[in-house]
């Protein structure tokens, strides 16, 4: 009697035209993209951390429209998945500073002059992805005005609703009182706070009951803000490691610049609503 080889057995498919694999993921092309301007071991690190990060600020940029959708459609439970997705990502963004932990200013400074102006305050997905979170500044899409398409889309992001935009005008769909110049308003400018809003999540978190999606997504939006926060501040403690306070390579002040973005919040009602809670 032939044996039936068990699942366990059998050997992988080895014959292929193309590799199937490379044909999805393109793979060789990414391997292709490191082309470091020095013979220094430290540049490939900082290079393919370099872009790794932007691989995820583009994955969670995805994940922020994702979360729009649902909530434009009133599906705040299809929204969860969305903002649990993102909170994840960004865990594994903040992970990659990790991996460069190891370089002293010295090391840095072996290739920083190659670089010249270049910056990752250049980053047009990180802006999309700022401007996604309702961190608006329109002087920001400037350095792009040479490139028409990375900054027609940027300005097209500028001028959307955030996603806080977006949970308001849910909320106000669902009967909470949303304050009509909140939903009406200029959204390239930078959200300001509102005791109304502060008011409506007070009242949604006091039902505890396991139905209350808002509540669930209050909380999801939380861990997206704190985890987004520990990015910034992680990039900061990069930055002092490797350089102190020296003038970024892109002309900013460097720790300086990083210090004032963390003190523009994400999602500010939901932080500041927990002072009024009981």
Do not use: C
Request: hydrophobic share 40%.
């Amino acid at each position: 009697m032939q044996r039936i080889p068990m699942e366990a057995e059998r050997e992988p498919t080895l014959e292929f035209r193309r590799v199937p694999y490379d044909d999805y993921v393109h793979a060789s092309t990414l391997h292709s993209l490191q082309q470091p301007l020095s013979d220094d071991a430290g540049e490939m690190s900082f290079l393919v951390i370099s872009q790794v990060m932007e691989l995820y600020f583009g994955l969670i940029h995805f994940e922020l429209r994702q979360l729009q959708e649902r909530l434009r459609a009133g599906d705040v439970w299809g929204a969860l998945a969305p903002v649990r997705r993102a909170v994840l990502h960004l865990e594994g963004l903040g992970a990659g500073w990790r991996t460069l932990s190891w370089m002293t200013p010295g090391d840095f400074n072996r290739f920083r002059t190659l670089l010249g102006e270049g910056s990752g305050f250049q980053s047009a997905m990180y802006r999309h992805l700022e401007f996604r979170l309702g961190l608006k500044t329109p002087s920001l899409i400037r350095p792009f005005r040479r490139d028409p398409g990375v900054h027609a889309a940027l300005s097209a992001t500028l001028a959307e609703p955030s996603v806080w935009d977006d949970v308001l005008a849910l909320l106000a769909r669902e009967g909470h009182d949303i304050p009509v110049e909140l939903l009406d308003r200029d959204f390239t400018a930078e959200y300001q706070p509102h005791p109304a809003v502060e008011a409506a999540w007070v009242r949604i978190y006091r039902d505890t009951g396991p139905d209350n999606l808002p509540r669930q997504l209050g909380e999801g939006l939380t861990d997206l803000a704190e985890q987004f926060g520990e990015w910034r501040y992680r990039h900061l403690r990069a930055v002092a490691r490797t350089m102190g306070a020296k003038v970024g390579t892109g002309g900013s002040s460097g720790m300086g610049w990083l210090r004032r973005t963390m003190e523009r919040p994400v999602f500010p009602e939901l932080f500041s609503a927990r002072t009024l809670m009981d």
